[in-house]
């Protein structure tokens, strides 16, 4: 079992930054797959970015560019620095650890990001 919570989001204005943080709890962190993933009012839940426990990464496309995705093994977190932030990704964000070949998919609560024109 792991538990994630993720912090850092707020308020910004178009154009600045934020470091979101996922911090899990549990052993073995290094194993899984993370994620971040964002929900609008009225969207589905969308993946924003991953980064395997190998170290590989993807971004949709409308992050790419401005989003970094990365981790810490030994600090149980991974982090979403997104930088020239556009109202569009106004969004609650989660995090998300994965590792499917045993049945494992844990999400956090949830962090408001709002990117203020």
């Known amino acids: 079992q792991v538990q994630l919570v993720e912090s850092g989001g707020g308020l910004v204005q178009a154009g600045g930054s934020l470091r979101l943080s996922c911090v899990g709890s549990?052993?073995?962190?290094?194993?899984?797959?993370m994620a971040w993933y964002r929900q609008a009012p009225g969207k589905q839940r969308d993946m924003v970015a991953v980064?395997?426990?190998?170290?590989?990464?993807n971004y949709a496309d409308s992050v790419k560019g401005r989003f970094t995705i990365s981790r810490d093994n030994a600090k149980s977190t991974v982090y979403l620095q997104m930088n020239s932030l556009k109202p569009e990704d106004t969004a609650v964000y989660y995090c998300?650890?994965?590792?499917?070949?045993?049945?494992?998919?844990?999400w956090g609560q949830g962090t408001q990001v709002t990117v203020s024109s």
């Open positions: 549990g052993s073995n962190f290094g194993i899984y797959d």
């Open positions: 980064i395997r426990s190998a170290g590989s990464t």
């Open positions: 998300n650890a994965r590792r499917l070949s045993v049945g494992h998919d844990f």
